[in-house]
């Protein structure tokens, strides 16, 4: 089979209707970042972004289509004329190990964000759900949040047993805590990207009584800091901060459980773990 027939069923087998709009060629992220996909699939490697080391392994195992959830090349859009133009140098080797394994990159975002089928009929976002298939928590979603699987209600724990649970789930080097370890936990939030006011946040917190977010990026101001004064008021409220990557890798591991149904024929596939960004030293 044909890369671009692998592209064309996977895209076939997601809802394809992104953020309450149909996904269209020209306009979504999901592109062929990089090869030519008129060639035969030798092998697929998902991943949440293709890195150097991804790259390395997926020419070890002869596979010659890396799927991934995150951009290539460093920049929303996978621009890489600027690239070219300023002869950067780890943009050339990068390339010159893509040329050597004859590899396609091919982004899996805005559909799979779009939803995977259920044996019920319904879709689920399929990066979180995976995440939630990882952590299992698939039967802790809250009742009105059944597509996106980002809030759940999870069996009282408290700040430092959940993250040591994400640590050893996720394989991450570790996490951020911020608030009192201790704090009680029962629910659970993913609020996206904080990264300008959190008032939507902030809110939500006590209307729902939200005890912990598990943060992608996070800035040391708005949600931070409310979290951390509530917390010194003696109040369960916790953010774990794990990252963007680490958070959405999980629904790319669980790609491997739909992918072979999607396709509808045997072509050898694994994951491979880009690995935690962040390396902690502590005192």
């Known amino acids: 089979m044909l890369i671009s027939e692998v592209i064309d069923r996977i895209k076939n087998y997601h809802n394809g209707t992104y953020n309450g709009q149909k ?7 999901d592109k062929i970042l990089f090869g030519d996909v008129n060639q035969e699939c030798t092998g697929i490697i998902t991943t949440c972004w293709a890195t150097v080391d991804v790259i390395k392994k997926a020419i070890d195992s002869k596979a010659n289509l ?3 959830h995150e951009a290539l090349f460093w920049n929303h859009g996978d621009h890489q004329e600027w690239l070219k133009e300023h002869d950067n140098e780890t943009y050339k080797r990068k390339v010159a190990l893509l040329n050597e394994g004859n590899l396609v990159v091919w982004r899996d975002h805005d559909y799979i964000h779009s939803g995977i089928p ?7 976002d399929g990066i979180f759900y995976g995440l939630a298939k990882v952590l299992g928590w698939e ?5 009105n949040d059944t597509f996106k699987y980002m809030h759940f209600v999870i069996p009282e724990t408290t700040t430092a047993l959940l993250a040591k649970h994400l640590v050893e789930k996720l394989h991450l080097n570790g996490v951020k805590i911020i608030g009192r370890p201790d ?6 939030r993913i609020p996206m990207h904080v990264l300008a006011d959190a008032n939507e946040q902030i ?6 009584d939200i005890n912990c977010f598990l943060t992608m990026e996070l800035i040391d101001f708005t ?18 901060g ?13 790609m491997l459980e739909w992918l072979p149904e999607a396709i509808g024929e045997n072509i050898p596939m694994q994951y491979v773990q880009s690995g935690d960004n962040y390396s902690y030293l502590t005192k």
């Open 183 to 188: 704090s009680k936990i029962t629910k659970v």
């Open 118 to 124: 259920m044996k019920d009929g319904t879709y689920k």
């Open 66 to 68: 890396i799927i991934c």
């Open 23 to 29: 996904i269209m060629a020209e306009t979504t992220r």
């Open 223 to 240: 949600l931070m800091e409310y979290v951390r004064d509530t917390s010194m008021l003696g109040i369960d409220r916790s953010i774990i």
């Open 242 to 254: 794990m990252g963007h990557f680490n958070l959405e890798e999980p629904g790319m591991e669980y």
């Open 203 to 208: 809110i939500e917190a006590e209307k729902d």
């Open 139 to 143: 039967d802790y979603v809250y009742e």
